[in-house]
């Protein structure tokens, strides 16, 4: 079963390929993977809703998307788009290893396969499995503490690599957390030759509930000059009750 968290996203690098970077003890274990389990679950509970806007920006043009969505856990997601008015009711179903798009001017639900969960979604530099988390940090990489050269002292660095028997196409994640509290300032994904693909960084941060929250996740990929994706969290709840059919493609069609 394959678990994640919406927004996780992390930082990695090999170390082979970051000669002056180098390993913290091993008695740092437990510290890690509290860290990156925090991380994983930070924007998730046993259920949760939110409300957010995705700013897409490119050299020739820009548009806002907004939407809400739900989760249960780490195996399901629902998102649905509320405006532009072109896009108004699309929306994006996961259970488990299983993805949905529906889209409401030909009222047809597709089935996302397994090659398209690196795909962009809605044209944003964020892809299917972003949004919806197929993969998990903490049961899907392999992660230690690095110092690399020029660390803050007040950040913390993992270095995430994928387990070689899973379809995961970053070569490793380099991630900055804080270290007062462990939330994540960047993420930085490589490819398998050890090119930085894309940073994402977290920003705003704010209280939801009881929760200490980046509100800002921005997204730059270092491939496509003049393009960002921004995620701006308005309203976040955790430990709501919902309806027993919110992860159904009834529900895809709905317009609630």
Avoid at 152 to 162: A, G, H, Q, W
Wanted: aromatic share 10%; with cysteine.
């Amino acid at each position: 079963m394959k678990r994640s968290a919406i927004y996780s996203l992390t930082l990695l690098a090999v170390l082979t390929l970051l000669p002056a970077a180098t390993v913290w003890s091993q008695t740092n274990s437990d510290e890690v993977n509290r860290i990156i389990k925090e991380i994983d679950e930070l924007y998730r509970s046993k259920t949760s809703y939110s409300e957010l806007e995705m700013e897409i920006v490119t050299p020739h043009w820009q548009r806002t998307l907004a939407m809400y969505g739900w989760s249960e856990g780490m195996d399901r997601t629902f998102i649905r788009l509320t405006a532009p008015k072109k896009e108004k009711g699309v929306a994006t179903l996961r259970i488990e290893n299983e993805m949905w798009n529906y889209l409401p001017r030909t009222n047809k639900i597709i089935k996302i396969p397994p090659s398209m969960m690196m795909s962009s979604w809605m044209g944003s530099d964020f892809t299917n499995d972003d949004l919806v988390k197929e993969f998990s940090l903490f049961e899907d990489y392999t992660y230690k503490l690095i110092r690399p050269e020029g660390a803050e002292d007040s950040l913390i660095y993992v270095n995430c690599i994928p387990r070689e028997d899973l379809p995961i196409v970053w070569g490793n994640i380099v991630i900055a957390a804080r270290e007062r509290d462990h939330l994540p300032v960047w993420s930085k994904y490589y490819d398998e030759k050890g090119v930085l693909m894309r940073v994402l960084n977290y920003t705003n941060v704010q209280n939801f509930g009881d929760r200490v929250i980046p509100a800002t996740l921005e997204m730059i990929p270092q491939n496509k000059e003049g393009h960002k994706t921004v995620i701006h969290y308005r309203k976040l709840e955790f430990d709501v009750p919902l309806d027993d059919d919110v992860f159904s493609q009834r529900r895809l069609r709905s317009q609630d």
